[in-house]
């Protein structure tokens, strides 16, 4: 794992700050209910645990049974010894995309947008692993994409979380991003049908390239698209402010109206093709804000999700 002590909070997620992230043993796994258009996770005990095993009915014992099978309430119900029978369940492998490109390390309210999107990817990886689910991931960065075979063992998800918080660093170089298109195209070659797919992204560079690559992964796994997002990202104020990536600083005020107006409008149709696009393909869709609370995910009922405390 990674030796850094330091972290710059709400900016950089160390390895701990993500192990804590792991929620209640309560939630056990990503529940459905139908297609994944509606699918809930965190909400009730999954029955997609990987190789596991679901009961399927009880009969009376026979030499040989497994003694930790015993049905010891209709046994003695009944009076006579039964064994608890059970059936395979079919494996739900979990795979997760984050985006931690350079537009994903900015933030102007309590933290940046890839420290959300990474509690938030830990959060998920957790859940699956909880739930006895293989789970894997890719990694978008600023220097390519780091790739992590889906995996049923604490010790695949903690380099996962450790590769995680490790890319959350400033002090990392830029070179050759990987586009979120050809990132989604290499998680299409990892995934099979009955998978599930997580695709955690401000969707910067969401075009025409991209929504195709979106449309043919969701042809075998279910797929959840995370829109990640900062108040600055829909709407730049209009009187002042500055703006910095740690190198440059851009003045606001001397924006011309048009050119806010144009900004605000390519993000707003941007998400509106990224929402159309889910609801045709049968695609999951969420949204969340650097204000928003990162567990809001594993609870979703519907509306915005609430709000991070101050």
Known sequence: MSQHTSYAAGIEASTSELIRARPPRTVTGFAPSGRVSTH????????????????????????????KHVDWKVTARTGRAHTKLFQE??????????????????????????????????????????????????????RGVRDFRAARTRRGVLRFIDA????????????????????????????????????????????????????????????????ITDPLDSELPPRGGRISDGHKALSLSGLKRTALHDYAEAFRQRRQRLEQSCRQRGMAFHALSTSDNATSILHIKGGRPPRRSQ
């Open 40 to 67: 809930q996770w965190g909400t009730n005990n999954s029955v997609f645990r990987g190789r596991g095993m679901e009961f399927a009915e009880s009969r009376e014992y026979q030499p040989g049974d497994d003694v």
């Open 89 to 142: 369940e079919r494996e739900r492998p979990v795979h997760i995309l984050l985006d931690l490109r350079n537009m994903m390390h900015f933030g102007s309210r309590i933290r940046f947008k890839s420290h959300l999107a990474a509690e938030i990817a830990a959060q998920l990886a957790w859940v699956g692993h909880d739930g006895g689910d293989r789970v894997g991931g890719l990694i978008l960065t600023r």
């Open 164 to 227: 995680i918080s490790d890319e959350t660093r400033l002090a990392r170089e830029n070179a050759d991003e990987l586009s979120l298109a050809q990132g989604i195209r290499r998680l299409r070659h990892e995934c099979r049908p009955g998978a599930l797919a997580f695709v955690i992204s401000d969707f910067s560079d969401f075009d025409e390239t991209c929504e195709q690559e979106l449309r043919r992964l969701s042809k075998s796994p279910h797929v959840t698209n995370i829109l």
